[in-house]
């Protein structure tokens, strides 16, 4: 069985501090992770992804995760946060050939 | 943009009708997928069609039902309409060489009053 807990609801920082959303996950089988990102009134944008390979993930928008097999977490990570960066932000888990789990989203407010 | 569209974008209904959400994945991507999100119970799974064939099933009530067509667009369709089925309706789409990734349509929000 897989699943993944998305710690904090929401989260706020100031414009230009350091983004950090928290993810957590469970999976039987080597998972595959994503980071999924959700602009007001559109679909889910795919931040970045990790399936096998090197553990630091590098995505779009300056945005990277790190995969931590002992922690089995999936932290999403941007250095200087950015107005645009204001979204809800979704984290999931796979296995290949497997459905998504996702998690119950994180809501990022960016403070001026 | 993902190259998933999904129509109507919008889609106000009364309890007890049926409606069809339609789908057309990417160019290409053989694998559809379909998500409910609802602000009590997230983002969750419904179904997946891969090239014509049910796949994989989630939590996709009896009322609910979907297709993958020989042009590989998908619909849903969803009958005997109850309040709780106001929600977002997303598809997704994903390529035989790249199943682990799946690219998302802009929704349909369905409204049941």
């Known amino acids: 069985a897989q699943s993944v807990t998305q710690l904090g609801s929401h989260v706020s920082v100031s414009e230009g501090a350091l983004v950090l959303l928290r993810c957590n996950y469970s999976s039987s089988v080597p998972p595959y992770l994503f980071w999924y990102v959700q602009y007001p009134n559109q679909g889910l944008q795919l931040l970045l992804k990790?399936?096998?390979?090197?553990?630091l993930v590098k995505g779009i928008n300056g945005f990277e995760a790190e995969f931590k097999k002992s922690e089995t977490s999936f932290h999403l990570t941007k250095p200087s946060a950015h107005m645009s960066d204001a979204a809800e932000y979704f984290c999931a888990v796979s296995s290949i050939g497997n459905q998504f789990y996702f998690g119950t989203g994180t809501s990022l407010t960016v403070i001026p | 943009d993902s190259g998933v569209t999904q129509t109507p974008k919008h889609l106000i209904t009364a309890t007890g009708q049926r409606v069809t959400l339609r789908c057309s994945p990417r160019s290409g991507d053989l694998s559809v997928y379909w998500y409910q999100q609802s602000l009590d119970q997230g983002l969750q799974f419904l179904i997946q069609?891969?090239?014509?064939?049910?796949?994989a099933k989630g939590n996709i009530l009896e009322r609910f039902s979907a297709q993958q067509f020989p042009d590989l667009h998908s619909e849903l369709n969803l009958s005997s309409l109850e309040l709780g089925d106001s929600a977002l309706y997303f598809c997704?789409?994903?390529?035989?060489?790249?199943?682990?990734?799946?690219?998302f349509g802009p929704g349909t929000r369905l409204t049941v009053l």
């Open positions: 990790y399936t096998t390979g090197a553990t």
């Open positions: 069609y891969y090239n014509g064939e049910e796949r």
């Open positions: 997704a789409s994903s390529t035989r060489t790249s199943p682990d990734t799946q690219y």
